[in-house]
């Protein structure tokens, strides 16, 4: 699948040409894009994927596609990780079995790139680490105060997750590696979990979710691509180690985000869903559509990061 033209609109820059970049997850929504962006700015690229046939078929012959890192010799020069691998979080009901599925794709595959590092003659420069703003747990519905990267987790499920995570990735450090954890929020575009968001409301049935009070934080995947870039393009002169929120600078509640949407979709949007039906579906997965948390991206901003898709209404527009 080829980016969007409204997606990726030039060249990302991450740095010097021709570095070997290692992606896992490269066949996900945002690493399929990343990869592409990559290539586009002349970097080579090493495509982690547990079907290496179907990541060859979509990510073209200039990706050179293995299964795991065990694949990788320990003279294997990369200059970067991008680790953005992981089982779906929504989706089946949290049980123990999936708990431990979802802990084996991020936690176990984590420390397993983590473990190669180790014994790797040329230890990567930067290491940008998948993680998500469940990290900070959830937030009362109208909180006064937005969270930053300093916001304490909670414990929680994904909290926890998201932690262990971070702790894995963190481990690269030991070996003189930069570790950036990159929490992302709700990633929107045309892929991922929007179409399906907005499926309710293209077919005239869409509303508030339990109330519509909650908080969402999002970011439009080109914001996503060109963060990732511009800390790629830092960790060549300073360091970009600490947790980075990967989320636009508004933050809107559920029932703001529907009616942005139907607005742009001329359709009506006034058909409420109780939290309590949701709730008996999904267990303690429902915190993530009735629940919420306002995260911002306080340190892209305070560093001087511009982003092209500030406030939902543009970044809507550009995708719909």
Request: hydrophobic content about 45%; proline content about 7%.
């Amino acid at each position: 699948m080829t980016p969007s033209p409204t997606e990726q609109t030039d060249i990302l820059h991450f740095g010097t040409p021709g570095q070997t970049v290692l992606v896992t997850g490269a066949t996900g929504f945002v690493g399929h894009q990343l990869v592409a962006a990559l290539l586009a700015d002349g970097q080579r690229v090493i495509a982690m994927s547990r079907d290496t046939a179907r990541a060859a078929r979509e990510l073209g012959s200039g990706v050179r596609c293995v299964m795991t890192v065990a694949e990788l010799p320990a003279t294997e020069k990369i200059d970067i990780v991008v680790n953005l691998a992981g089982a779906r979080i929504l989706g089946p009901r949290w049980t123990k079995k999936r708990q431990a599925t979802l802990r084996a794709s991020r936690v176990g595959l984590t420390n397993r790139v983590v473990d190669w590092i180790a014994q790797a003659r040329h230890k990567p420069r930067l290491m940008l680490s998948g993680s998500a703003i469940g990290y900070y747990g959830v937030q009362p519905h109208d909180a006064a105060t937005p969270l930053t990267e300093a916001g304490p987790p909670q414990p929680v499920f994904m909290s926890q997750l998201c932690q262990e995570w971070e702790a894995a990735a963190q481990r690269a450090a030991q070996h003189g590696v930069q570790v950036a954890t990159t929490r992302f929020g709700l990633v929107l575009g045309h892929g991922g979990a929007l179409p399906m968001m907005l499926l309710p409301v293209k077919l005239g049935a869409g509303g508030p979710m339990g109330g519509g009070r909650q908080a969402l934080s999002w970011i439009h995947v080109a914001d996503l691509l060109r963060a990732q870039a511009w800390l790629a393009q830092r960790s060549e002169h300073e360091s970009v180690e600490g947790a980075w929120n990967f989320t636009a600078p508004q933050c809107v509640t559920q029932r703001e985000f529907i009616a942005t949407a139907a607005r742009l979709l001329h359709r009506p949007a006034f058909l409420p869903t109780p939290a309590w039906p949701v709730r008996l579906l999904l267990g303690e997965q429902a915190d993530l559509l009735v629940e919420g948390q306002c995260v911002v991206p306080a340190r892209l901003q305070r560093e001087g990061f511009q982003f092209r898709y500030p406030a939902l209404e543009g970044a809507l527009g550009n995708l719909l």
